[in-house]
């Protein structure tokens, strides 16, 4: 009898110890708001209870405390010990926006319990207040304990391997400007420079650590192999993706300690991914396959130019050292490389003229017989591949696509596995759309939502289309029937 007890007692205690934590309780007011109001907000009645409720969403989606709007407006610190007592509140906050060209916000936090105050005040450019309100829920509300299942928009599960040379410049102009703009995931890097090797965790900007580095002319595969025998010793390496975007020569003195430090990185890290552009002589081009072969995992970036000929322009793909070439528009980001003329590798051998990006030109002049009148710049699809690397294109494992009809419209949304949707049924979903680099519209971050949805947050195809004019990527609620599912 007396172990029955002991084994009660012993329940009861753990029960207790184990249980989480009663969240706190935060009352937010209707927000003030002057006579310009935001676009979105020129539709309702109360925009200043509308801001309220969509920050509530975002603070109580993000972190563990329970948010209570109210219908009251804030009645004066005089008052903050009333209001506390009467909401039965941890902590009030009242918020003011001002639209003009910017958005201002102002916000005040009361703390019912030391009678502390903590004001913000922040200037935004022009864009959707539902961005705004998103930052402000992440810039000021980090206190709380965050939800475990959060997913942060700032920092990814990869590295990027690149070298800060000059003749890398282009790809690293490309990948500064992507990376650098606000709100966008940013992967962690590992940036090989003239006298040392420099390693940036994922969440940073990656311009001022190329401000911190010396440019080298051309990197040596020496330096690179430091770097991959860096990254293995990361103490949590496995849990992330590795991906080098390498122009690097190779070396006879060094290629095998550079291949034994790759598979080395590839049996310690979660994945190794090669990007590989037309970059390379014969040697160092047998040298990166040997490489790609041991991570398993490899993408080809394809280089872009246009040039103007007395026959008129004509499209330029270098891809996979083969040269295409059309007078036709296509599609860059969807190229179907079967449909397209090609200069055989024995007539460029002929040409005497080394393959590669800023010879595509000189090439098909000296294959073709074609004088070159006027050249573009040369692009490349290193950006797109990359953007749907780290974005997380690759990384929603067993993801399908679900066809949404709303007000009349249907389009196709991005859904991972974890979510299961059926044919037929009524849902609304939490997700994050932005653009593509060829505008195309994506979508991610995807979840169920159940409850109230706010206003300023339910969303519908004209919606979504209008706030990606005003803000590179938003989060919102759409709902609707589901029409189609598919893999």
């Not at 941890?90 to 201002?104: H, I, M, N, P, W």
Request: hydrophobic residues 35%; charged residues 25%.
């Amino acid at each position: 009898m007396i172990s029955f007890f002991r084994l009660l007692y012993t329940s009861i205690i753990l029960t207790i110890l184990t249980a989480p934590a009663q969240g706190e309780t935060m009352v937010l007011f209707p927000a003030l708001t002057g006579q310009e109001k935001a676009p979105e907000l020129k539709s309702f009645d109360d925009p200043g209870r509308e801001i309220a409720k969509a920050l509530s969403f975002f603070i109580s989606s993000d972190f563990r405390v329970k948010t209570v709007v109210t219908g009251s407006q804030f009645a004066g610190k005089g008052q903050i010990a009333s209001q506390c007592r009467n909401n039965e509140a941890d902590y009030l906050f009242q918020s003011e926006f001002r639209f003009y060209g910017k958005t201002v916000f102002h916000g005040k936090l009361y703390h019912c319990h030391t009678d502390e105050t903590k004001e913000f005040t922040r200037s935004y450019p022009a864009g959707g207040i539902t961005t705004v309100l998103e930052d402000i829920s992440r810039r000021y509300f980090s206190f709380f304990p965050k939800n475990r299942d959060v997913q942060t928009k700032t920092a990814s599960r990869q590295i990027l391997v690149f070298s800060h040379s000059w003749s890398f410049y282009r790809e690293t102009a490309e990948m500064t400007k992507m990376f650098d703009e606000a709100d966008r995931v940013k992967p962690g890097y590992m940036i090989i420079g003239a006298d040392k090797n420099l390693y940036v965790p994922p969440g940073s900007r990656l311009s001022p650590s190329l401000a911190r580095l010396k440019q080298s002319r051309k990197a040596d595969i020496g330096q690179l192999t430091d770097a991959l025998v860096r990254l293995g010793m990361i103490e949590d390496i496995d849990k992330y993706e590795i991906i080098i975007m390498s122009n690097i020569p190779s070396s006879s003195g060094h290629n095998e300690r550079f291949l034994q430090s790759l598979y080395t990185l590839v049996n310690r890290a979660g994945k190794v991914t090669f990007l590989q552009g037309s970059w390379f002589n014969q040697e160092s081009e047998v040298l990166y396959e040997r490489a790609a072969g041991i991570t398993g995992r490899q993408k080809h970036i394809s280089h872009y130019q246009k040039a103007g000929t007395g026959d008129g322009f004509v499209q330029l793909i270098l891809h996979n050292y083969r040269l295409y070439y059309t007078r036709s528009e296509v599609p860059l980001d969807t190229v179907d490389f079967s449909g397209l003329n090609h200069i055989a590798p024995s007539e460029i051998y002929r040409t005497g003229i080394q393959i590669r990006p800023e010879n595509m030109t000189a090439i098909y002049s000296a294959a073709r017989g074609e004088k070159i009148l006027e050249t573009g710049d040369i692009h490349s699809s290193s950006e797109k591949i990359l953007y749907q690397m780290i974005q997380g294109h690759d990384r929603q494992e067993n993801s399908y696509r679900a066809l949404l009809k709303k007000d009349g419209k249907a389009f196709w949304l991005n859904i991972p596995g974890s979510v299961r949707l059926a044919k037929g049924e009524h849902i609304a979903l939490k997700t994050t759309f932005s653009r593509e680099a060829n505008s195309a519209l994506y979508n991610y971050n995807t979840e169920i939502h159940t409850g109230e949805i706010p206003l300023l947050l339910d969303a519908g195809f004209t919606e979504i289309g209008r706030m990606l004019d005003r803000s590179p990527e938003f989060t919102c609620i759409i709902q609707g029937k589901v029409l189609e599912v598919r893999q």
